[in-house]
């Protein structure tokens, strides 16, 4: 009895794999802003998840257009379309919010305070620091939306011809080819183990962190006991 086939397998390295490589990173990042404003919009400016969710937006929207030591930035792509001429400005809006406000607090947008507390009488009476913050309008983030789609349809316009090229590609392969390609590394760890202190590599592998405590019948295969 021969054993089923494996339903996946991982392309080899070449060229038209590793711009797919940053394409694919590149989306995932859009998506992300993508659905956490949407996120945001459906909880309403008045929300208290309003500011978290539309920083997060901004964050994950940037990624793409700042320096990487694995990717290509996005707008150094010659794939990739341009922001659109009528959306610059708000690209540079969102960017600059990023830089000052959401990764830095070098902006006006966020103002502490050092106030006192007076009685009827105008004596002071506590001493209060607060913050003063502006968080994004509704308005911009209708317009950011607009933004992210474009931004997602102009990484979809330079995925579909790699996509198309490596479709072409695979045409003569066998199955005997295909499996021998190596598959990606897989690491089990603990979730207690969880952290981000190794860059991704050209290789693929992916840590997959799991609870240290399953009950029997949920363990995975590969899980320490």
Same mark, same amino acid.
Request: charged share 20%; proline share 10%.
């Given at each position: 009895?021969?054993?089923?086939?494996?339903?996946?397998?991982? +392309?080899?390295?070449?060229?038209?794999?590793?711009?797919?490589?940053?394409?694919?990173?590149?989306?995932s990042? +859009?998506?992300?802003?993508?659905?956490?404003?949407?996120? =945001?919009?459906? =909880?309403?400016? /008045?929300?208290?998840?309003?500011?978290?969710?539309?920083?997060? *937006?901004?964050?994950?929207?940037?990624?793409?257009?700042?320096?990487?030591?694995?990717?290509?930035?996005?707008?150094?792509? &010659?794939?990739? &379309?341009?922001?659109?001429? /009528?959306?610059? !400005?708000?690209?540079?809006?969102? $960017?600059?919010?990023?830089?000052?406000t959401?990764?830095?607090?070098?902006?006006?947008?966020?103002?502490?305070?050092?106030?006192?507390?007076?009685?009827?009488a105008?004596?002071?009476?506590?001493? *209060?620091?607060i913050?003063?913050?502006?968080?994004?309008p509704? *308005?911009?983030?209708?317009?950011?939306?607009?933004?992210?789609?474009?931004?997602?349809?102009?990484?979809d316009?330079?995925?579909?011809?790699?996509?198309?090229? +490596?479709?072409? !590609?695979?045409?003569?392969?066998?199955?005997?080819?295909?499996?021998? !390609?190596?598959?990606?590394?897989?690491?089990?760890?603990? =979730?207690?183990?969880?952290? *981000?202190?190794?860059?991704?590599?050209?290789?693929? $592998?992916?840590? =997959?962190? !799991?609870?240290k405590?399953?009950?029997?019948?949920?363990?995975?295969?590969?899980?320490?006991?």
């Open positions: 009895m021969t054993s089923p086939q494996p339903p996946l397998a991982l +392309l080899p390295d070449m060229p038209d794999t590793r711009l797919l490589v940053e394409l694919t990173s590149h989306a990042d +859009l998506s992300e802003a993508s659905h956490t404003l949407a996120s =945001a919009l459906a =909880a309403g400016e /008045s929300s208290e998840l309003w500011l978290p969710l539309t920083s997060h *937006a901004v964050t994950a929207y940037i990624r793409p257009f700042i320096h990487s030591n694995v990717r290509t930035r996005l707008d150094e792509m &010659p794939e990739v &379309p341009a922001v659109p001429p /009528s959306m610059k !400005w708000l690209h540079q809006a969102i $960017r600059q919010y990023r830089n000052t959401i990764a830095h607090s070098q902006s006006n947008l966020a103002l502490p305070l050092p106030i006192v507390l007076l009685d009827d105008g004596q002071a009476t506590k001493v *209060a620091p913050s003063l913050i502006n968080q994004m509704l *308005a911009i983030a209708e317009r950011f939306a607009a933004l992210i789609l474009a931004m997602e349809d102009a990484v316009q330079a995925t579909q011809p790699v996509l198309d090229r +490596l479709h072409v !590609w695979l045409r003569d392969k066998t199955a005997g080819e295909v499996m021998n !390609w190596d598959p990606p590394e897989v690491v089990h760890a603990t =979730a207690l183990e969880f952290n *981000a202190g190794e860059r991704r590599t050209p290789f693929p $592998r992916f840590s =997959a962190f !799991w609870q405590h399953l009950p029997c019948e949920e363990r995975f295969v590969g899980e320490p006991a």
